[in-house]
């Protein structure tokens, strides 16, 4: 948790400032996935907030930069998606900036913007300025 933690909050854009408490709740509510390197250091994490029924939304999904450019990331997504708690949904979302093309290698698809609406709040609204 400290490692993720440490990434989610200091290196990752979508995540900045997030306070451990906060993520320790997501996480508690997400199926969580962890890959790990043959000497048990971790490499990558994702998670998966679902019903477990009808839809997934794929989160907070890297791989630490010394585990990266082997097509782990993909195999760790793929892991996800497959999961037997998870295979049947009929709708998954994400969001990304920049890994678009990593994603439509296993078949997703830009959405449908008319459609899809979203609301946020500045993470400064929520977790103060540090």
Same mark, same amino acid.
């Not at 000497?39 to 930069?65: K, P, S, W």
């Not at 678009?100 to 449908?112: F, K, N, Q, V």
């Not at 899809?116 to 400064?124: D, L």
């Given at each position: 948790?400290?490692? @993720?933690?440490?990434? %989610? ?6 995540? #900045? =400032? ?5 993520? !320790? ?5 997400? %199926? ?8 048990? !250091? $971790?490499?990558?994490?994702?998670? @998966?907030? #679902? ?11 890297? %791989? ?13 997504? $793929?892991?996800? @998606? ?5 295979? =049947?949904?009929?709708?998954? $979302? %994400?969001? #990304? ?6 994603? !439509?290698?296993?078949?997703?698809? #830009? ?20």
């Amino acid at each position: 948790m400290d490692r @993720v933690h440490r990434f %989610l909050s200091r290196d990752a854009y979508w995540s #900045t =400032g997030i306070p451990r408490d906060v993520l !320790e709740t997501a996480f508690e509510n997400s %199926l969580c996935f962890g890959l790990y390197a043959p000497g048990g !250091e $971790q490499a990558g994490f994702c998670r @998966v907030i #679902t019903d477990r029924a009808t839809y997934g939304y794929l989160a907070d999904v890297f %791989l630490f930069a010394e585990h990266r450019g082997r097509g782990l990331g993909l195999w760790l997504v $793929q892991c996800a @998606v497959d999961h037997p708690e998870l295979c =049947g949904l009929r709708s998954w $979302q %994400l969001g #990304t900036r920049d890994a678009h093309g990593i994603y !439509e290698r296993l078949g997703w698809r #830009t959405a449908d913007p008319r459609r899809w609406m979203a609301h946020t709040v500045a993470p400064s609204d929520i977790y103060g300025d540090g």
